[in-house]
């Protein structure tokens, strides 16, 4: 059980908001599977985020075919002529057929005739295999690069597709955020499997491994708390290179989470001073980020309730009953869209609110005890 850093009431485990007095409690972590890249297209040699088409050819190779064509023809008619020479001359013309089994020569030898047993032809490598141990060496680099905070060599061991979906200037700014919020600390790995033409998030790579990362950081926002995230990440071989390639990789969500982290910190006096202005500057450039964001509404009006602005606080608190997607939430922001309109002096939409609240979640005791003191 923990208590309400606002009002001083008891919290019930798992809820996110007081219920006596809608102060939000925490938003939900955002683990760091989703942290790095982290959201977080088919394997082509030269990766492209867009469809690629096959290189044309150019006018050299051409006329390297066409001259390979006339010398296997020469090499047929002169081998045709010998043949004539030791042989005699045939009684009939033979009729010339196309050989239905024969494999074409790539050597300037004769062609094989039909009725000889053939070989299948060798396929030569024209790249040795990747050593499969090599496969750990961009973990070590992106983790140990968190840690020492060198983020600009985070970023170049990312897959294409990754680096596609953040550009380096918004990854720097991603991660120079969110070191004020986490501060890294150590990480341990060990693989899980390995795979050959692995297809991820419809990138197919040539080869690919699978890692279990353990990587510990102290949270900020909640008073230095040690905290240690368990997630897997793939690393995948690209132009001839081991990369990092994070799964669902949204900069601008990861964004978001980094400023919203930020306004709680302000909002709460969690090891910074408290300044519910600037907590609503970061919450409001959370909703920049993602507009959608019902955690930031929420915390705007709840800040915007303690400044006694009272207009603000409910449109923001009708933002965030609007944008949740679960009727706990919905029912715990009507209660502060109460607690507004009642210190505002407007019982009646006080009274409405409440009894909203307890339609979205009837076990609501804050609003039940609320109705009864009207």
Not at 80 to 87: C, K, N, S, T
Not at 99 to 118: E, I, L, M, Q, R
Not at 308 to 323: E, L, R
Not at 327 to 345: D, E, F, M, Q, W
Request: one cysteine or more; a positive charge; proline letters at 6%.
């Amino acid at each position: 059980m923990s208590f309400c850093s606002n009002c001083g009431s008891q919290v019930p485990e798992g809820n996110q908001f007081c219920e006596s007095c809608g102060n939000p409690v925490k938003k939900p972590p955002q683990s760091q599977s989703q942290q790095q890249p982290p959201r977080q297209t088919q394997y082509q040699p030269q990766y492209s985020p867009f469809p690629q088409r096959p290189p044309a050819k150019s006018k050299k190779t051409l006329v390297a075919v066409i001259l390979a064509i006339v010398v296997l023809l020469i090499a047929g008619v002169v081998t045709a002529a010998m043949l004539g020479v030791f042989q005699g001359p045939a009684p009939v013309t033979p009729v010339v057929t196309k050989p239905t089994s024969s494999v074409a020569p790539t050597n300037g030898s004769t062609t094989v005739p039909s009725s000889a047993p053939t070989q299948a032809p060798v396929v030569t490598p024209t790249t040795a295999p990747a050593n499969i141990s090599k496969s750990i060496d961009p973990i070590k680099t992106y983790y140990k690069g968190l840690i020492s905070q060198r983020y600009a060599e985070c970023y170049e061991v990312l897959s294409a597709s990754n680096k596609h979906n953040a550009m380096k200037s918004a990854y720097l700014k991603w991660k120079n955020l969110q070191k004020k919020v986490f501060s890294d600390k150590s990480f341990k790995y060990f693989k899980v499997s390995e795979a050959k033409n692995k297809t991820i998030e419809k990138h197919k790579y040539a080869q690919v491994a699978l890692y279990k990362i353990a990587f510990t950081y102290l949270d900020k926002a909640q008073n230095y708390k040690k905290v240690t995230d368990r997630f897997k990440v793939y690393t995948v071989l690209e132009d001839g290179k081991w990369k990092i390639h994070k799964t669902d990789f949204d900069i601008r969500e990861d964004i978001s989470y980094a400023y919203y982290d930020i306004g709680y910190m302000y909002e709460t006096g969690k090891t910074v001073k408290r300044d519910y202005r600037k907590a609503i500057q970061n919450y409001k450039l959370t909703i920049k980020y993602n507009y959608k964001d019902a955690y930031a509404y929420h915390g705007i009006g709840f800040c915007y309730y303690k400044l006694k602005n009272y207009p603000q606080a409910i449109f923001y608190t009708k933002k965030a009953i609007k944008y949740y997607t679960n009727k706990k939430s919905k029912s715990t922001a009507c209660v502060l869209a109460g607690n507004i309109y009642y210190t505002a002096k407007n019982n009646a939409m006080a009274k409405t609110y409440y009894k909203k609240a307890l339609i979205y979640n009837p076990k609501n005791v804050y609003a039940r005890k609320f109705l009864k003191a009207f």
